[in-house]
C-alpha cells in the first residue's frame, strides 16, 4: 500500500511539474510582449514613479578613464620617479 501511495504522489508531482513547465512555456512566447526580443525594455522608472538614481558606476569609470589618460600623456621618467616614490612611502610606513 506504501507503495501505491508513493508511486501516486511521484505522478503527481510529474504532472504538476509538466502542467507548470507548459505554462510558463505559454507566457514566455505570449504574442503580447511589448518588446520584440523578449527581454525588459524599462525606461529606469522606480515603483514610486520617480526616476532612476543616477549611474555612479558610470560616473566612476569615466573619471578613471580621465585620470589614466593624464597618467598615460606622462613622461616615462616622470612614472618611473613617481613609482620610486611610492614605494619609498609604503616601505617608510610598514618601518614604522
Same mark, same amino acid.
Given at each position: 500500500? #506504501?507503495?501505491?501511495?508513493?508511486? *501516486?504522489?511521484?505522478?503527481?508531482? !510529474?504532472?504538476?511539474? /509538466?502542467?507548470?513547465?507548459? *505554462? ?8 503580447? +510582449? #511589448? /518588446?520584440? +526580443? @523578449? $527581454?525588459? #525594455?524599462?525606461k529606469g522608472q522606480t515603483l514610486g514613479g @520617480? &526616476? $532612476? &538614481? &543616477? ?6 569609470? @569615466? ?12 613622461? &616615462?621618467? %616622470?612614472?618611473?620617479?613617481? @613609482?620610486? !616614490? %611610492? !614605494? ?9
Amino acid at each position: 500500500m #506504501s507503495n501505491l501511495v508513493m508511486l *501516486t504522489c511521484l505522478l503527481t508531482v !510529474l504532472l504538476t511539474c /509538466s502542467e507548470l513547465e507548459s *505554462t510558463l512555456r505559454k507566457h514566455a512566447t505570449a504574442s503580447g +510582449s #511589448s /518588446s520584440s +526580443s @523578449g $527581454a525588459f #525594455s524599462g525606461k529606469g522608472q522606480t515603483l514610486g514613479g @520617480g &526616476p $532612476a &538614481p &543616477p549611474d555612479l558606476a558610470g560616473e566612476v569609470k @569615466g573619471t578613471l578613464d580621465k585620470a589614466s589618460a593624464g597618467f598615460n600623456q606622462l613622461d &616615462p621618467q %616622470v612614472k618611473i620617479f613617481g @613609482g620610486l !616614490l %611610492v !614605494l619609498y612611502l609604503v616601505f617608510w610606513y610598514l618601518q614604522g
